[in-house]
């Protein structure tokens, strides 16, 4: 079992930065590919931007050129460093994990979210 912890919402004015970081830990053979997703009220949960272990890459077309993603494995830790943000990116940031409990294993785990406001 994986456990995901999210860290570093919080209020930012437009145009501003914020760095999200997600901790894993727990008991688990290896972390495949790891991602955020963000939900806003009314809205249905999305895909912001994913990397594998081996640091490919996906962004979703609206933080193209704003948002970056990484990962360091040694620490089982990723993170989102966002720029330039908007009123529209205003939503709750979720951490995912495909990874395998065993060796011939797949579960998926998810973070309890960190709150992102863009306001000013």
């Known amino acids: 079992q994986v456990q995901l912890v999210e860290s570093g919402g919080g209020l930012v004015q437009p145009g501003g930065s914020l760095r999200l970081s997600c901790a894993a830990s727990?008991?688990?053979?290896?972390?495949?590919?790891m991602g955020w997703y963000r939900q806003a009220p009314g809205n249905q949960r999305e895909l912001v931007a994913d990397?594998?272990?081996?640091?490919?890459?996906k962004y979703a077309d609206s933080v193209k050129g704003r948002f970056t993603i990484s990962r360091d494995n040694a620490k089982n830790t990723m993170y989102l460093q966002m720029n330039s943000l908007k009123p529209e990116d205003t939503a709750v940031y979720y951490c995912?994990?495909?990874?395998?409990?065993?060796?011939?294993?797949?579960?998926?785990?998810w973070g309890q979210g960190t709150q992102v406001t863009v306001s000013s």
């Open positions: 995912k994990a495909n990874y395998s409990p065993a060796w011939n294993r797949r579960a998926v785990g």
């Open positions: 727990g008991s688990f053979f290896s972390i495949n590919v």
């Open positions: 990397i594998s272990s081996g640091g490919t890459v």
